[in-house]
Each structure stands twice: as C-alpha cells, then as structure tokens.
C-alpha cells in the first residue's frame, strides 16, 4: 500500500512549531511593518535560526537535509498566521535548490549556509520588461570578458532585492548560434559596480518589495556562473518547479487566513438575531472555498513530493499553483464580503489580502500561460502562442 495521506508526526510537528513562530507575530506585525515602510528581518531572522527556511537544503550545508514538502509547509503555515514570506519563494526554493544541485562545491560552500540560516537572502531576476511571459525573449547578455563576464540587461518585478546579499540572474550567452536562447544563471553580489535597482510603487500591502533591476556592464569573476553554460534550461527548471509549488503554498496560506477570518466574523456578527453564518447565502460560499482550498493543498503536496523525489512535477506544480491561486483569489473576495463594510476597513486586515491574492494568479506563471501549458502537455491540443 503506497498512498498514505496521513503527514504522520514529524511534518505534524514542524505545522505546529512553524505555526507557534508565525502566531507570535501575527498579520498585526506583517501589516506594520509593509504600512510603515519596515520589513521583516526579525522573523526571517527568527525562522532562519530555527531551521524553517533551510530545511530543504543540504545537511552538510547547513540545512535541515529535507525537500519542497517541509519549505512549502513552512510558507503555508507562516502565510496562514499572517506573515506570506515571499522571498521563502525565491532564496530557499529556487535559488537554493539550483546551487545545491548544480552549484561547485565553492559556490555550494560560499551562499548555501547563509541561504540556510537566513543571514542571507538571494533574489532571482528572470522577468524582462520586453519579455514577460515569454522568457524566450530575455535580452539580458552575458558576454566572456577574459576569466570572467560581463552582464548587461535590465530586469523587472524584481523581489526583494532591498533584503538581498545577491540576486541569481538570467541571462543569454552571447555566444550562441543567433536566434537561439542558451540562457545561464550568474549569482550577482546586490554590491556590484553596475547594478542599480529601483523601487515601483506597487499596491500590494507587503513589506517585500519589488524592484527594477539595471545591469550595466556589470563585471563578475568566472565562478558567478552557475552550473554548466549548455544545460541552462534544464537547470533553470530545477528551480523554476520549486516555484511553482512555493507560490501555490503561499497562495494556501493566504486563503486559509482569509477563510479563519470570514468564518470567525460569521460566527459571531449577528443583523437578523441569528449569525450571519447561518445565511446559506453566505455558508455555502464559505464552504465552496474550503473545498478548493483542500483539494489545491492536495496537489501542492503531491507537486511538492514530485519534486523531492525526482518525479516529472511540471503538470502538477502547474496544477497546483493554478488551483492555489484560484481558491486564494475566490476565499479572500468572499472573506471580503462575509465581513461587509469591515472587510475594506484596515482594522480587520482582509482588504489588505486582496492584492496579495492575485499576485499568485500573475506570478511567477500567470494563470493563461499555466491554461496553455496543460492544453498542450497534458490535453496534447496544439500549441497556442
Ligand atoms: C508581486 C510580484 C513579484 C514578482 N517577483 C518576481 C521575481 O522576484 N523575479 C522575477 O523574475 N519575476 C518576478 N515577477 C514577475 C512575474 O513572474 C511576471 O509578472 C509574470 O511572469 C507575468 O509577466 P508580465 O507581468 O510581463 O505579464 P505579460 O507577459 O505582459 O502578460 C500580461 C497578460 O497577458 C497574458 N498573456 C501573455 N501571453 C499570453 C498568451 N500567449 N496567451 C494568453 N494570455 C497571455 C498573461 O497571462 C497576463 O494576463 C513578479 C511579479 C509580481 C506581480
């Protein structure tokens, strides 16, 4: 008998520690720190400490030796008490997960401890203000320079790159046969003469930030590529299904904290002498969204496991992150309205999930490329852009 739905004692226990840290902080702290313009290294730092942001990583680095299925339940559980970390998405999941496989033993010894214990952070820097969804088109090049190279481009929705000691970027050799994108991943110092980066404004209420990156020349020694330049696509999708299923468990966390707020209120706001939960108006929408908040956390684990034991994950990580976004999308609109006017006030803090929601329907593969992506691999229709 292989299936087993039971997450047994030791992930039981890693939900409850993680829940414990992410309670004494709470969405209060979260919000206070994104309105006054704060971040939120104290509980990076404090989740870093205590093992939650490594625990996918290598053992003899520093990490916890587990896979997806611990770091997204991190995510999930510290989003579910308020505090979505999205660079959990980026510096353990992807940037981590490419340097501990494809990394040499000086670049593994170099970023992986910190990346492990949290004292640092990497961003990741694929998005191009000309590419968008089609990553095909990156224009950022990467040219030899002696030993060395020479990165020159311009990046954009950039994460985190203010909490950042380095960004993992994308770039294109410049070498290749033209028309054909060989795209290679540099670690670049966020120090380098060079690199500038600028805050958009943007209306998601979030202490993470994002940024436009401008590479101008930017000069890096031989050992900032990672991996070998000819297999780029294969170790960028190394990451890029870790991702998937990082945003989903972020989505996750989002939507049960959505949801814990919409029953609690309907439990207890009383218009017509009974509670407003006993409207099937608004029950029954309630427990839709609870519906596909289990069967997305179904697949998140399933696309999580995939990942952690070799499996082909891209449909399910897909899946999971389209089924994710989905339901955080749907249960943070009916929080919203269960709540009435005091779903838009700042107090009960449901209107501040809103934007947030929808960032995993956009990111890091919105949900019409996700559409097409299922059409084409598992529908086996033709491709449609
Ligand atoms: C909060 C946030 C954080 C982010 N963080 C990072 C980060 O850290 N690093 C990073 O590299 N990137 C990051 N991104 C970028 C993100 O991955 C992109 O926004 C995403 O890939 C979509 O690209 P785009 O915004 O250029 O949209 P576009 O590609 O311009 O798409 C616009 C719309 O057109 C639709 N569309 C495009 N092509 C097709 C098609 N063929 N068929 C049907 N519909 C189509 C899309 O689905 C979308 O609805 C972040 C974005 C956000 C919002």
Known sequence: MALDFDEGNDLRALRASVAALGARYGQEYYLRQARSGGRTDALWAEAGAAGFLGVNLPEEHGGGGHGLVELSLVLEELGAAGCPLLMMVVSPAICGTVIARYGSPGQRERWLPGLADGSLTMAFAITEPDAGSNSHRIGTVARRDGDGWLLTGRKVWISG?????????VGRLADGPPGTLRPAL???????????????????????RQFTLFLDDV?????????HPDQGIAQLFTGLNPERVMVA??????ARLALDKATSYAR???VWGTPIGAHQGLAHPLA???????????MTQKAAWLVDTGGDA?????????AAAEAAARTVDQAIQTHGGNGLSQEYGVAALLAMSRVSRIAPVSREMILSFVAQHDLRLPRSY
């Open 268 to 270: 207890e706001r009383q």
């Open 161 to 169: 790159v203010d909490q950042a000691g380095a960004v993992l970027v």
């Open 314 to 322: 891209g449909s399910a990580a897909n899946s999971a992150k389209y």
């Open 186 to 208: 540099f670690v670049v110092p966020t120090e380098a003469p060079g690199l500038t980066a600028h805050p958009i404004p943007m209306e998601i209420v979030s202490p993470e």
């Open 249 to 254: 468990a972020y989505a996750l966390g989002v």
């Open 219 to 227: 000069r890096l020694p031989a050992d900032a590529l990672v991996g």
């Open 288 to 298: 839709a969204c609870r519906v596909e908040i289990e069967l997305a956390r179904l």
